[in-house]
């Protein structure tokens, strides 16, 4: 057998584009006659994993292929379904098109900690005595009860004051103080 386009018979090659090779085969007799097969390369699928992702711990993220039919993620990831990572990784998808053609993207989920966010101290003044909290660990604070923080103000109660404190990446966390207001002594 001869083959054209450089071809060699029983061995692999990798076709470039769609072609039509045409193969001679010689009998014994000397006698000689052609056939053809058409080989048909499809494009690869243009997969896309989306864009990175940044989170905080304990938050969900739903990952999806595109360009594709069908989609495999490692790690256990099941494509368009929420799932909530420990840690930061690259998850990878291979995406298969209808024409059984195979290609590949990642995307990365970068898993940021969560604030160690310090309400301070409990406190006890007495009554009519200002209080002034200030919390720690975080870039931003807000507290209930209309608490400005770092301002002082005056309770006229035993309460407990949470703080809300956020990061630099967004990621929030608690923390609470009790302030005890003692009565004056009669």
Excluded: E, H, K, Q
């Excluded at 309400?119 to 209080?131: I, K, L, S, T």
């Amino acid at each position: 057998y001869a083959w054209d386009n450089a071809i060699t018979d029983g061995s692999a090659f990798t076709p470039t584009a769609t072609a039509t090779y045409t193969v001679t085969g010689t009998d014994a007799n000397g006698c000689i006659a052609t056939d053809a097969v058409d080989v048909t390369v499809n494009a690869l699928p243009t997969v896309d994993a989306g864009a990175d992702i940044t989170i905080c711990v304990g938050n969900s993220v739903t990952l999806s292929g595109s360009g594709a039919a069908n989609y495999a993620w490692d790690n256990n990831i099941t494509d368009a379904t929420a799932f909530t990572p420990t840690a930061t990784a690259t998850y990878t998808v291979t995406g298969t098109d209808a024409n059984g053609c195979i290609a590949t993207d990642a995307v990365d989920v970068t898993v940021n900690a969560l604030p160690t966010v310090d309400a301070g101290a409990d406190v006890a003044v007495c009554d009519g005595d200002p209080v002034t909290l200030s919390a720690s660990g975080a870039a931003n604070y807000a507290w209930d009860n209309a608490i400005t923080d770092g301002s002082a103000f005056t309770p006229t109660a035993t309460a407990t004051y949470t703080v809300t404190g956020t990061d630099a990446n967004g990621c929030i966390a608690t923390d609470a103080v009790d302030v005890t207001v003692n009565a004056l002594p009669t």
